[in-house]
């Protein structure tokens, strides 16, 4: 007697794949990441692109089974004493989104910083499939909304894990705050801003998140 076992291999698509049209909604010369809407171009790569649907969409991936996602946090804060004077840097904001009255620290320079601090969270994957497969559990963060120029989100980190059929497992993750949330601001420096971020984990009908408050107390 023949026994088959069918294990999926859970690949994601690690590129965004556009239309044809977007071929003519910029110049083969230009290498801009950001939108620009003065010439109609969306911007690239699914930390900037903000226009029509793409083919396939950054993470995409076929299985022979699905999955869902449960978690219990609902949000988390973290609290960084720093020396203004040492670890602190302004912040581009979006025309009229600055908050009021200003953070006495905007934002807070990586570069300066032990960054010792981590945001930490699991979830539970389940398989509500008839076949076991292998799964990649892709996490993102957005930066406060109020901040300009930065990405919409940013992948970082990711765990393949393998969900028996009918069953669940729980997937840790530890995200450190100085890697996560940080962004290349304006002025080039890599800081952490201040105010609420977001992680999302998962894409698409899977995708849950919760915000991300960081408090830098000067």
């Not at 969306?42 to 299985?63: C, D, E, Q």
């Not at 406060?144 to 120029?149: A, K, T």
């Not at 105010?195 to 995708?207: E, Q, R, Y």
Request: charged residues 10%.
């Amino acid at each position: 007697r023949i026994m088959m076992f069918l294990k999926q291999t859970g690949g994601r698509l690690p590129l965004t794949w556009f239309k044809n049209e977007y071929v003519n909604q910029i110049p083969m010369t230009s290498m801009a990441l950001r939108p620009d809407a003065a010439h109609g171009y969306p911007g690239r790569t699914y930390k900037f692109y903000g226009g029509p649907a793409v083919l396939y969409p950054f993470g995409h991936g076929l299985s022979y089974t699905t999955f869902t996602y449960a978690s219990g946090i609902t949000g988390a804060t973290v609290t960084i004493p720093i020396g203004a004077w040492e670890h602190c840097k302004m912040l581009t904001y979006k025309s009229g989104a600055a908050p009021s009255p200003s953070p006495a620290c905007p934002a807070l320079n990586v570069a300066s910083h032990r960054c010792n601090e981590v945001v930490s969270f699991s979830l539970t994957v389940a398989n509500t499939g008839c076949v076991g497969g292998d799964h990649v559990v892709p996490v993102y963060t957005a930066p406060p909304p109020e901040v300009g120029d930065a990405p919409l989100k940013q992948l970082v980190a990711f765990r393949r894990v393998f969900v028996p059929a009918g069953a669940a497992v729980d997937v840790p993750f530890a995200l450190n705050v100085c890697k996560a949330f940080a962004i290349v601001e304006e002025t080039a420096y890599t800081v952490v801003p201040s105010g609420v971020s977001t992680v999302v984990v998962g894409d698409d009908a899977l995708a849950l998140s919760f915000a991300v408050t960081i408090n830098l107390a000067v």
